[in-house]
């Protein structure tokens, strides 16, 4: 077991969930609201985590109803039941459950629309007050939002994406524990994991002069190429670990800023309610291509180096060969992606908040072009 704290306080190692009850207990915590999914919920060590807390005298308030790509109802569900006499919030899960959980710790002591807070639209200059105790548990090794700052949500008919970012937001404190993954189906895992290659790819690469970010992305490249395909195909407690503790630097390392594989992703997830990290596991090859064609080759070497490819060209093909290794789909179209859609989705992904700080101009043009590639 290790604790360190960048950016915040966590508690990292196999078992490590054992301490959250003795944790909540030495902060006077006695209801948390817990948020989740309702896959998670039903898994034992889940059922055996709330029969603990009840058992040390701690009353959780589990809450699930929630979607894949989560949407404003869902915070304001959740934000009903937290006022049932809450005192805390415990984010557990994948990305969606840590996003509504943050969304959930945002709206208790705000009470504008939820979406007067927007960064996008300088909302974050109207959070100001306290929220409540906020922890977070990840079970999955992807989107690292258990470090996290910002929450993503969708509107509910439109589907249009809404940040949510304060740095009071981050949890107070994380409890990574690598044993609550090993449930995860292979697929999960794949995506998950390719999600995470995505942050740190994306923000090594990103616009903008973050040597810290960029050591950390490096490092994560390396981590993730040696361990994924374990993790999926023979999963062990190394693995494990690692894609666990890659996924926590991916989320650090993306502060410096992500780029157009999420614009093209984002509108997937939007138009097709496609899970996010497999959005980017199909769109990462195609606009890591994109990206090569501009003047980052060196750094793609550098990236290259870490994935023990001879150089930086090889990169694109290099993930299309780990998708189809990993059991993921190649392209669009085995997800029900049509010709007919793309018109719709690069007038989505040319809008994105990531594309601005990808290291190359795309215009519609070729967005269209690179979403027909990757049809």
């Not at 899960?93 to 939820?114: E, K, T």
């Not at 002069?209 to 023979?234: F, Q, T």
């Not at 502060?255 to 990290?277: N, R």
Request: with cysteine; proline share 6%; charged share 20%.
């Amino acid at each position: 077991m290790h604790q360190f704290s960048f950016p915040t306080s966590i508690s990292f190692g196999t078992g490590v969930i054992a301490q959250l009850p003795e944790y909540l207990r030495q902060h006077n915590l006695e209801r948390p609201l817990v948020v989740t999914d309702q896959v998670v919920k039903e898994l034992p060590f889940f059922k055996k985590l709330m029969v603990t807390l009840e058992n040390k005298n701690i009353s959780p308030s589990v809450f699930y109803e929630i979607n894949r790509n989560p949407v404003k109802t869902d915070v304001l569900k959740g934000k009903a039941q937290y006022q049932d006499e809450c005192d805390s919030i415990i984010g557990l899960g994948g990305g969606a459950a840590l996003d509504v959980a943050r969304a959930v710790a945002l709206s208790i002591n705000h009470q504008r629309d939820l979406f007067d807070y927007d960064d996008l639209t300088g909302g974050s200059t109207l959070i100001g007050e306290p929220i409540p105790h906020f922890i977070t548990i990840p079970t999955t090794s992807g989107t690292g939002s258990e470090v996290g700052r910002s929450a993503i949500i969708s509107e509910d008919n439109s589907k249009r994406k809404r940040i949510l970012f304060h740095p009071s937001l981050m949890a107070r404190f994380v409890f990574a524990d690598p044993e609550l993954t090993y449930d995860l189906p292979p697929d999960v895992t794949a995506a998950t994991g390719m999600d995470a290659l995505t942050h740190h790819m994306e923000a090594y690469l990103a616009k903008g002069y973050h040597p810290m970010c960029d050591g950390i992305a490096l490092e994560g490249i390396g981590m993730i190429w040696k361990n994924l395909s374990p993790a999926v195909h023979r999963p062990d407690e190394e693995s494990r670990s690692q894609m666990m503790l890659a996924s926590l630097m991916g989320a650090v390392a993306f502060q410096k800023g992500l780029g157009i594989v999420h614009a093209l992703s984002h509108p997937l997830s939007t138009l097709f309610d496609m899970h996010h990290g497999l959005a980017n596991a199909i769109n990462l090859p195609y606009g890591m291509a994109f990206n090569y064609s501009g003047d980052q080759q060196q750094r793609f070497d550098r990236m290259a180096a870490q994935m023990k490819l001879g150089s930086g060209s090889e990169v694109s093909t290099a993930l299309l060969n780990l998708n189809e290794a990993l059991g993921l789909p190649v392209k669009l179209s085995q997800c029900g992606v049509k010709s007919q859609h793309i018109a719709a989705l690069a007038e989505l992904a040319a809008e994105d908040f990531c594309l601005p700080l990808n290291p190359r101009t795309a215009s519609i043009d070729d967005i269209k072009s690179i979403y027909k590639k990757a049809l």
